[in-house]
RNA sequence: UGCUCCGUGGUGUAACUGGCAACACGUCUGACUCUGGAUCAGAAAAGUUCAGGUUCGAGCCCUGACGGAGCAACCA
């Protein structure tokens, strides 16, 4: 495509978001010097969830495709909340995502002293003033959406009164609460925000990067717009709850602005998943109460969480590119996020067995210390994956669910009488099984035909199913660990009546111990990424070592025999 | 009861300055298969919240209803 393409959009038909068409058209007007700058601005108060990945495509996604730039900038302005900790994870998440910011790494922090600047010249200039009511008399006097507000006693306070409680209030004179600036708006407005909002309050806190320094901190929305104009951000991209917002970021912009240049607000629909929450006050006391195990559980929305799973960041990558961004609240569907995981890993995880509940098979005619080496194709969708030898000997283990002493119609697995595949193997006919003293099946005997080995000449013989095994004595014991959605109910939060952790599912985790994979195994790291075949997607856990496997499950491959049996 | 934003198959999104409502997920068939996966072929599924209006023609423009979301933190 040529650089006209880009700006105009006019080559690719493919459809653009509504914020991509500004970009498209603001570009094409020449705005901003043609200049796009971008902003990811995260508040270091908690780890970066599936919903945060939504906002950072977009930031970065859209300053690589119109040749620009995104910052990357943590909005620390309250100290209370904020820690160091969660910095290092924020940028692990973005750089796992694959975005990079190179230098541009800023602080809203790093404004302070120009924003505080700001608010002295609007003092001056009459545009805010000190307050010295409490939190509930100025609340009161904001009125409510439908009804205007009343004027402080305090607005009319000379400039130079004004200018010398600010000073001091920075100074550490007052108390915490005591006294707020405000911008001097107007209090009939029908916008909540536009009634002299408050700029800056005082906190005692020490802050993270600025220590003691500052005994007044702005709010956010007396930094974000500004710290937009200070790094020339030309679109601040957030999500639709700011969409109210504007007007006081349009107004401050306003008041700072000396050129033609000036930053634009976009609001788009924040990413809602079925069955999950997503609020990271919710992630926190799910975390808090001990519900999951951590941040990084793999039950959880957050990046760590999924990365822990087994996701791919081009997974998380292609789902937000399949849900768009709009301006109305949606709700989208998991099995969305599912679809692409497995598609993405369907073209890159290697194929191994593991059997999650092993059923002890003997072949009763193959020779009792025989052992051979299988080949097996790594990935049928790659064959540059190459392929691996796995043992086979008499005695195996299958899936207990692929066996079954009285099938039904379509059952194509093993039972009495049948013949079954063993994948990469040899034809197997079950011959009988014996039980324990409480009936349940224990082993399964079976005959092979040393004529039907893969690739053999009689290996072309047609059987309805095809199975996966281990050899018992070469296998390797696992953990397994079987996830599920964390909430039972389609949408947790949006229950009036109850409150979204009524709606836990109780089998959102299942443990299963002494699992059986193959040899291979032995040498996998961690995170490394497989499909066990013909059951799902797996991923090794933190807590593996090689003498002690433990897997999670990514998600299940698509199973229309459970399916038909629902 | 105020202001702002928004209503398109079950779900998420498309439909360029009005021109036969399209794609994906999901669902259901069938084919193929040494993964009941993948792949392939096909089907069902909305007439665009409703009512008027403008127009040869409206999902798109106008008016009015109805419905949903957001806004009353010294949070972001």
């Not at 009459?126 to 609340?139: C, H, K, N, R, T």
């Not at 005692?204 to 104009?229: C, L, N």
């Not at 079925?274 to 799910?286: A, D, G, I, P, Q």
Request: proline share 5%.
């Amino acid at each position: 495509m040529s650089e006209e393409d880009i700006i105009t959009g006019e080559e690719s038909r493919s459809p653009v978001s509504f914020i991509e068409q500004i970009i498209i058209d603001d570009l094409g007007e020449g705005k901003n010097g043609g200049r796009v700058h971008t902003r990811f601005p995260p508040e270091p108060n908690g780890y970066l969830h599936i919903g945060h990945a939504k906002a950072i495509c977009l930031d970065f996604g859209m300053a690589e495709k119109y040749g620009g730039k995104c910052n990357l900038r943590f909005d620390d302005t309250n100290p209370v909340k904020e820690e160091v900790e969660y910095i290092e994870s924020i940028k692990e998440d973005i750089r796992w995502l694959g975005f990079d910011w190179e230098d541009r790494e800023y602080y809203a922090s790093d404004y302070f002293g120009k924003l505080f600047d700001f608010a002295i010249d609007l003092i001056k200039r009459g545009l805010a003033y000190v307050d010295d009511q409490p939190a509930e008399v100025i609340s009161a006097q904001k009125g409510t959406p439908a009804q205007s507000g009343t004027e402080s006693p305090y607005r009319n306070r000379p400039v130079g009164e004004n200018l010398d409680l600010f000073e001091r209030m920075n100074r550490g004179d007052f108390e915490e609460g005591s006294r707020v600036l405000r911008a001097r708006i107007d209090m009939t407005s029908p916008n909540m925000h536009m009634r002299d909002p408050i700029i800056y309050r005082i906190i005692k806190s020490s802050h993270h990067r600025t220590g003691e320094k500052w005994k007044v901190y702005p709010m956010y929305d007396f930094a974000h717009g500004q710290s937009d104009y200070f790094e020339g951000i030309t679109h601040s991209l957030c999500t639709l709850e700011f969409e109210v917002h504007r007007p006081l970021y349009d107004w401050l912009i306003d008041q700072l602005k000396t050129g033609e240049y000036r930053p634009r607000q976009i609001e788009f629909n924040r990413l809602n998943l079925t069955y999950t929450v997503m609020s990271k006050r919710k992630l926190l006391e799910l975390v808090q109460d001990g519900k999951v195990s951590g941040w990084d559980d793999p039950r959880m929305p957050t990046l760590c969480g999924l990365r822990r799973r087994g996701y791919t960041p081009e997974s998380i990558r292609k789902f937000i590119d399949l849900i768009g961004y709009t301006k109305y609240e949606a709700i989208n569907d998991i099995s969305l996020l599912e679809h692409a995981v497995r598609d993405d890993l369907n073209l890159r995880a290697p194929r191994v067995f593991g059997v999650l509940n092993p059923l002890k098979v003997v072949i009763t005619n193959y020779p009792e210390n025989m052992v051979e080496e299988v080949d097996l194709i790594n990935n049928p969708e790659d064959e540059t994956m190459g392929s691996r030898k796995v043992p086979f000997s008499r005695d195996l283990y299958i899936e207990q669910d692929d066996f079954m002493e009285d099938p039904p119609h379509k059952f194509f697995r093993l039972s009495p009488g049948s013949e079954v595949r063993l994948k990469g193997a040899y034809i197997i006919k079950c011959t009988g099984y014996t039980k324990d003293e409480n009936g349940r099946i224990i082993e399964v005997l079976c005959t092979y035909d040393p004529h039907t080995r893969s690739g053999g000449h009689l290996s072309g013989k047609k059987v309805k199913g095809t199975l996966h095994w281990v050899s018992a004595a070469h296998a390797l014991d696992a953990e397994v660990r079987l996830y599920d959605r964390l909430f039972d109910h389609e949408d947790p939060s949006g229950q009036k009546e109850d409150d979204y952790r009524k709606f836990l599912n109780p089998d959102s985790l299942r443990i299963l111990r002494g699992c059986k994979v193959e040899p291979s195994l032995k040498t996998a790291m961690h995170l490394d990424k497989f499909q066990f075949q013909r059951l799902g997607y797996f991923c090794i856990d933190y807590d593996s070592t090689p003498d002690h496997l433990v897997f999670n499950r990514t998600v299940g491959l698509k199973d229309s025999w459970a399916k038909m049996n629902k």
